[in-house]
């Protein structure tokens, strides 16, 4: 089985529906988002945001708006039922 790529979640198109994998960052950034319940293997859509702003996702009935900067640091994969995880257009 071929190994699945990994994007960050600020390139992830808004739609689509991902699997976060890792979190690249220090104890207090992965706290922050682990108290939001953005946490390794949980699923979230990307419900908005554009390039270099906030990404809006939506987890557990909620949506949750995180920094760019954050979200290129959280890692994701494609999860089954999307196939639409390709970069954002510049």
Known sequence: MP??????LADVETGALVRIGTIQGGWGLVGRLC??????????KVVGGRR???VIVGLRGCRIAIGCG?????LVEPTEESD???PKPE
Request: glycine share 14%; proline share 7%.
């Open 70 to 74: 954050m979200a290129s640091k959280v």
């Open 35 to 44: 108290s939001m319940g953005l946490v390794p293997g949980t699923e979230v």
């Open 52 to 54: 270099g702003g906030p």
């Open 3 to 8: 190994a699945r790529s990994r994007l960050s």
């Open 84 to 86: 639409r995880t390709a």
